[in-house]
């Protein structure tokens, strides 16, 4: 098969590293020393579970910044921050035959309909990755936790197609499955994503941290609590045993920051509009409160507006 990353940074590369590695055909669409370093050197995978490897450019394998010489692809993985969906969906056109699927690998909850506006349905697979990853130095991403990428059908129906690609994933040794009901798991992803993303850059603290304190531990609980009065005003009853494990604090999460913080701290824009933006927006449809999250949401606005201000003041 052939396969197109479109955004080729922490997700991405890992998923499509593990792809070339594996003998597809695959093209990386990234930018910047990131991409600087892939063309000159390789992009370099360190995993905890598949150990250290590395996939050069050459017949199958090809990294570049304009998507017009992607040509068509079998498969492709939107791995793009929420922020930048609208302003690449256009150019994924270029990429469709008939039967090209694209799979948004993305956080939040309004991508896939995005995505749907532009290409048509019939093209959109919606995805979550429960992944840590992250890009280390250019050329370089690291694994450090988890990997299951879950795919379906936005109808919530199984195919032929899903199975077909979630197959062809296992074989290449990426934890996949396909989702019964992909807005199930697009929700269920989102109660995560909305607690832990922007609260951490709230408290500039690990997610071990934030769980660790009662009181931090109650306001990711409120947090995650009005996701999922949302979510079942929008007809989707989520399992109480979902923010139950969310709430258990492991070894392995001491330590971990949100993709969110180091965004934040890198100086980046973050994905605060399609992850708690997306679920205010969707409060607001059905007449829903979510005071938390609007607190956390102004919070965080004003925490990334008080740090580009400082940024361009040091220029």
């Not at 896939?112 to 280390?136: D, K, N, Q, W």
Request: aromatic share 8%; glycine share 8%.
């Amino acid at each position: 098969m052939k396969f197109v990353v479109f955004g080729a940074g922490g997700v991405g590369s890992f998923y499509g590293g593990m792809l070339a590695r594996c003998g597809h055909e695959v093209v990386f669409i990234a930018r910047g020393e990131h991409l600087k370093a892939m063309k000159e050197k390789g992009l370099t995978v360190k995993s905890f579970k598949h150990g250290k490897f590395k996939v050069k450019e050459g017949e199958k394998v090809k990294f570049t910044d304009r998507p017009e010489e992607a040509g068509k692809a079998d498969a492709v993985l939107v791995c793009v921050k929420s922020y930048d969906t609208e302003k690449v969906a256009p150019l994924i056109k270029l990429m469709l035959k008939e039967d090209t699927v694209v799979v948004s690998v993305q956080n939040g909850i309004e991508n896939e309909e995005i995505l749907a506006e532009y290409l048509g349905e019939e093209h959109v697979l919606g995805a979550t990755a429960f992944i840590g990853t992250y890009v280390s130095e250019p050329g370089t991403v690291v694994h450090e936790a988890a990997g299951l990428l879950e795919i379906g059908e936005l109808s919530g129906k199984p195919s032929e197609r899903v199975e077909k690609l979630v197959e062809e994933m296992k074989r290449c040794g990426i934890e996949a499955r396909a989702s019964k009901d992909i807005r199930y798991t697009l929700w269920k992803k989102l109660v995560w994503n909305v607690a832990f993303n922007p609260y951490s850059v709230v408290t500039k603290a690990t997610v071990g941290e934030m769980l660790e304190l009662p009181e931090t531990y109650q306001i990711l609980k409120k947090l995650m609590e009005e996701c999922y009065a949302v979510a079942e005003a929008h007809g989707v009853k989520l399992k109480p045993k979902i923010m139950e494990n969310y709430l258990k604090s492991s070894p392995d999460l001491m330590n971990y920051k949100t993709s969110m913080l180091l965004d934040f701290e890198r100086g980046k824009p973050i994905e605060i509009e399609g992850i708690t933006g997306a679920l205010i927006r969707k409060a607001e449809e059905k007449g829903v409160e979510v005071p938390y999250n609007r607190c956390v949401y102004g919070t965080v606005k004003l925490l990334v507006k008080k740090r580009d201000m400082e940024r361009w003041e040091r220029k």
